[in-house]
Nanobody, 112 residues
Framework: QVQLVESGGGLVQPGGSLRLSCTASGSSGFLGWYRQAPGNQRELVALMTSGGSTDYADSVKGRFTIARDNAKNTVYLQMNSLKVEDTAVYYC?????????WGQGTQVTVSS
């Protein structure tokens, strides 16, 4: 069992920045972030393997950066140039073998 603890959400104006953090209770092959806006399905934002390979949603490429500290079992999401359409609940995600785990979610609201 892997527990995920997220932090860093909040309210920011368009064009602003936020940094999300998520610490896992154990090591994971994949760490990343998904998001879900009201009325929408949960979607991948960014994913990173323990070896450093990354995958980003097209909508966030060039604006968001994922990073992880394997020694701390922590993954970060630096979000720059935020847009209103980035508003969603952001969920930390971990995969260990075939098992998947989710954080409780943190709200990110982009509004003027």
């Amino acid at each position: 069992q892997v527990q995920l603890v997220e932090s860093g959400g909040g309210l920011v104006q368009p064009g602003g920045s936020l940094r999300l953090s998520c610490t896992a209770s154990g090591s994971s092959g994949f760490l990343g972030w998904y998001r879900q806006a009201p009325g929408n399905q949960r979607e991948l934002v960014a994913l990173m393997t323990s070896g450093g390979s990354t995958d980003y949603a097209d909508s966030v490429k060039g604006r968001f950066t994922i990073a992880r500290d394997n020694a701390k079992n922590t993954v970060y999401l630096q979000m720059n140039s935020l847009k209103v359409e980035d508003t969603a609940v952001y969920y930390c995600y971990a995969k260990r073998g075939v098992l998947e785990y989710w954080g409780q979610g943190t709200q990110v609201t982009v509004s003027s």
